[in-house]
């Protein structure tokens, strides 16, 4: 795999599942260091292990990142330690259900605070240090449920918007620091198997043109990509990995 980002440093949320451990191990075989942080320890500590494998120095912590105090020290000690932030994804996010008339105010803390202060808590703490580096690139993570309505959603899909009404707006304050957000759809829990291999992703949920759910991969893919000098010249954007839902 070309190794664009030697010399670089991504800082990954939510790392150790998904398509931010797909993001992990991709960014660390493209040559990046890491910071790395996930609330389940078990996990992190794996992901932690198969970057590490793939030549990455990693810096991982358990975090809270509803928690500002939180994610300022870990934010401190990745620079600290491996000397820059170029690529900040913010991936981690909570998706519990219920209806409006059942939804508790510790639901909607845990989404909000989540989903939306925490992408918050992130931006904050890692533009200073990008903005006197001269640059760097951050990746939130969006929902189709930021525009499309869904039973039991409404927390989600409030926090989901919000982050890309944030995300616009920093692009405008943070410049020449670029932020842009990916929108995924449904998206296979599991990596995707060797190219020889003959397994598909499940169908999804409901209609999209290409008729399945996406790999951890394939939205990997686009993180790295927008993480990358190859899309210097894209800020404020919001790009849909939803196998054409959002064209429905």
């Not at 358990?62 to 928690?67: H, L, T």
């Not at 992703?201 to 990997?220: C, D, Y």
């Not at 893919?221 to 990358?228: D, P």
Request: some cysteine.
């Amino acid at each position: 795999m070309d190794r664009e980002f030697d010399g670089k440093v991504a800082f990954i949320t939510g790392a150790g599942h998904g398509m931010a451990r797909a993001t992990s191990v991709m960014f660390a075989a493209s040559g990046a260091n890491l910071g790395l942080i996930d609330s389940n320890a078990d996990e992190l500590a794996e992901v932690t292990d198969a970057c590490r494998a793939a030549g990455a120095t990693v810096v991982s912590r358990v975090v809270d990142q509803s928690s500002s105090a939180e994610v300022n020290d870990v934010v401190g000690a990745i620079h600290d330690e491996l000397g820059r932030i170029d690529v900040a994804a913010h991936i981690a996010g909570v998706y519990p259900r219920a209806n409006v008339v059942d939804t508790t105010d510790e639901h909607w803390a845990r989404v909000i605070g989540t989903n939306l202060t925490g992408t918050f808590n992130l931006c904050r703490a890692v533009v200073p240090i990008m903005t006197a580096q001269g640059g760097g690139s951050i990746i939130n993570v969006s929902s189709p449920a930021a525009f499309r309505g869904h039973s039991g959603m409404s927390a989600y899909s409030a926090s989901k918007g919000g982050i890309e009404s944030f995300s616009r707006t920093l692009a405008v304050e943070a410049a020449p620091v670029r932020v842009n957000v990916v929108s995924p759809g449904s998206t296979a829990k599991t990596s995707r198997p060797a190219a020889d291999a003959t397994d598909a992703p499940e169908p999804r949920p409901f209609a999209v043109p290409l008729a399945r759910m996406a790999w951890p991969e394939e939205v990997a893919e686009v993180i790295c990509w927008l993480g990358s000098a190859r899309s210097s010249y894209i800020t404020g954007q919001v790009l849909q990995i939803d196998g054409g839902g959002a064209a429905l």
